[in-house]
């Protein structure tokens, strides 16, 4: 059974970029799955924020696109999350999961981590 | 379009069934899938595709769609099912993914 398990800095500061790593154990981040970030800011709903394929084929959310970088590292079998000129908007817990389906994305998220709070504050 | 409508609170009586549901033009193109999310956890899945189950999600929870309509039915709720419901999908164009603002559950 996969795990995820999510990464980095819980406060940033306005203006400055948000990073994250989901490490991924019993499973291989080169496996026929996609990956993605989904976020949750504190007592609203779940936002798509992007995913990427292990060969670095990535889709974004167009209302991030211009701020998101999601990029892999096979070596480590972790993806990231870069988001950039971040505002207290951007506030949430930030999930990583994985696609249940092969090859195709389909938006089945069969597996999650645990969900991390970055705070974006002075 | 690029939006999921989801009625933002319904309620059932214990053992009763119930039925949420998710508005969209991408449902015409593309099935749903539907999450579970107790307070302080993750989404779990509970439903995907047509109608199925991931293992270890009790059969009362069931899913349909129609049109540009998704739904998912819990035959004899119980306690336990009291929680916030999402459903997402592929946008109409493919090209990203969108999820519906939530339907939170309570189980009288």
């Known amino acids: 059974q996969v795990q995820l398990q999510e990464s980095g800095p819980g406060l940033v500061k306005p203006s400055g970029t948000l990073s994250l790593t989901c490490a991924v154990s019993g499973g291989s981040i080169s496996s026929s799955n996609w990956w993605s970030w989904v976020r949750q800011p504190p007592g609203k709903g779940l936002e798509w924020i992007g995913e990427?394929?292990?060969?670095?084929?990535?889709n974004y959310n167009p209302s991030l696109k211009s701020r998101v970088t999601i990029s892999v590292d096979k070596s480590k079998n972790q993806f990231s999350l870069k988001l950039s000129s971040v505002t207290a908007a951007d506030t949430a817990v930030y999930y990583c999961a994985r696609d249940l389906n092969y090859y195709d994305s389909s938006g089945y998220y069969s597996s999650w981590g645990q969900g991390t709070l970055v705070t974006v504050s002075s | 379009s690029s939006e999921l409508t989801q009625d933002p609170a319904v309620s059932v009586a214990l053992g009763q069934t119930v039925r949420i549901t998710c508005q969209g033009d991408?449902?015409?193109?593309?099935?749903a899938s539907w999450y579970q999310q107790k307070p302080g956890q993750a989404p779990v899945l509970v439903i995907y595709g047509k109608n199925n189950r991931p293992s270890g999600i009790p059969d009362r929870f069931s899913g349909s769609s129609s049109g540009n309509t998704a739904s998912l039915t819990i035959t004899g709720a119980q306690a336990e099912d009291e929680a916030d419901y999402y459903c997402n999908s592929r946008d109409s164009s493919g090209n990203f993914v969108v999820f519906g603002g939530g339907t939170k559950l309570t189980v009288l």
């Open positions: 990427i394929y292990h060969s670095g084929s990535t």
């Open positions: 991408s449902l015409r193109s593309y099935y």
